[in-house]
């Protein structure tokens, strides 16, 4: 298994979906990562965990709810979406904290119809 | 709100070219990391730097921080089709768990 892994990766849902992203990382790392890559703005932080408690909330709309079951694993629940949520969102995980090298997944488009 | 700026947002040339890309912010940051993300893929890290002034070399790639900590600096020489990708700057605050701050990312593609 490669380091850190997102599934789906390609989701199509509608404005009353419910649908979850699912991260998994195979590092051993404490820390993992959403983050919201859109056209034309940089790439955006959500949340972050560390030891599986969130101490990251970058504003993120409630109609994204984060889960961290354990360090290895993250998802992100989606419901009542809206078009403008349309975007790449990549997982990330890191084991060191400050100037640590984050690694990423391929990430899972999602588009919102 | 810290905003990093990367010039120039686009950027298409021929192999063999050098080229130049920066990162500018009016934040001081304890560490710069550059990315490398190719389509279909999350971003690959290439560099990190810490301390004002540094440089740092990685075969025909020389990256930059510069000495008040608040700008970078990545230039390839002779860059080649595979150099090809979205180049990211990130900002690093130097806390407990490493929140951050993209730049604006730079669309780099080198014709064959």
């Known amino acids: 298994e490669t380091g850190v892994t997102q599934t789906p990766r390609h989701l199509v849902m509608g404005m009353t979906n419910k649908k979850s992203l699912k991260c998994e990382q195979h590092?051993?790392?404490?820390?993992m990562y959403w983050y919201k890559q859109s056209a034309k703005k940089p790439l955006e932080l959500m949340f972050v965990?560390?030891?599986?408690?969130?101490?990251e909330n970058n504003s993120v709309p409630s109609r994204f709810s984060p889960e961290c079951p354990n360090s290895s694993h993250l998802f992100l629940h989606l419901h009542t979406l809206q078009p403008e949520d349309s975007a790449l969102y990549l997982c990330?995980?890191?084991?060191?904290?400050?100037?640590?090298?984050?690694?990423f997944g391929e990430g899972s488009r999602l588009t919102v119809l | 709100t810290q905003l990093l700026e990367q010039s120039p947002q686009f950027l298409s040339i021929q192999e063999g070219e050098n080229l130049t890309v920066y990162c500018n912010s009016s934040?001081?940051?304890?560490?710069l990391q550059w990315y490398r993300q190719e389509p279909g893929e999350g971003p690959v890290l290439l560099v990190t730097?810490?301390?004002?002034?540094e440089v740092k070399k990685l075969k025909r790639l020389t990256f930059q921080f510069g000495d008040a900590r608040k700008d970078s600096s990545l230039h390839i020489t002779a860059a080649q089709p595979g150099d090809t990708g979205l180049y990211l700057c990130?900002?690093?605050?130097?806390?407990?768990?490493?929140?951050?701050?993209f730049g604006t990312g730079t669309l780099l593609a080198v014709q064959p």
């Open positions: 965990y560390n030891f599986k408690e969130q101490t």
């Open positions: 990330a995980s890191s084991q060191d904290g400050a100037n640590g090298e984050l690694f």
């Open positions: 590092l051993g790392h404490n820390a």
């Open positions: 934040s001081v940051f304890s560490s």
């Open positions: 730097v810490v301390t004002g002034g």
């Open positions: 990130a900002g690093g605050d130097g806390g407990a768990t490493n929140k951050l701050i």
